[in-house]
């Protein structure tokens, strides 16, 4: 009994070595054959204002020959960039998140005309701070990319910035 219990567990670390290895030749392999795109980086910071408020920054960075869509873009068009914001410590949102006037275009893939950014693009949103303490929010920019070629699906930039 005990001989066949060794055998089988010999023959389980076995298998759990040989899947290991198909996991990382699999890996690699596609590694070398997939490129990871990634036309957009994002950055975040704030700005304090007088009677307890700021402005959350979030800058985005397109790479050239790319473009993501406008605040509000039409229904039945691409995923518009969004954020969500979760402040700490009672502060409050307000207002809507707000940026530089978006340039539009007609897509023939939406029959419509669209909103986008190309380039960098800062995006505003102000909070009104319940007290002189450090808070911190925490977020996500939903957003979605495309080039003349084709569009990545839609992509998430988590963000906390600490208001001090």
């Not at 076995?14 to 699999?26: C, D, E, R, S, T």
């Not at 039409?74 to 969004?82: L, M, V, Y």
């Not at 009672?90 to 007609?106: C, H, L, S, V």
């Not at 897509?107 to 319940?130: I, S, T």
Request: charged fraction near 20%; glycine fraction near 6%.
């Amino acid at each position: 009994m005990d001989l066949n219990k060794s055998h089988i567990r010999i023959k389980r670390l076995f298998m759990k070595k040989i899947n290991l290895l198909i996991a990382f030749l699999v890996f690699a392999v596609s590694g070398t054959f997939a490129q990871v795109v990634n036309p957009v980086k994002w950055s975040v910071g704030f700005k304090k204002l007088p009677n307890n408020e700021a402005v959350i920054l979030l800058k985005a960075n397109v790479d050239q020959g790319w473009h993501i869509y406008g605040l509000n873009v039409p229904s039945g068009g691409p995923i518009s960039t969004s954020f969500t914001f979760t402040p700490a410590n009672g502060a409050k949102i307000t207002g809507k998140p707000a940026a530089k006037e978006p340039k539009t275009k007609f897509e023939d893939v939406f029959k419509m005309n669209v909103p986008y950014y190309n380039g960098e693009v800062v995006f505003q949103q102000k909070v009104k701070l319940a007290n002189d303490k450090p808070t911190t929010v925490k977020g996500v920019a939903t957003f979605m990319a495309c080039d003349k070629e084709r569009c990545l699906p839609p992509d998430e930039y988590e963000f906390a910035v600490t208001i001090k």
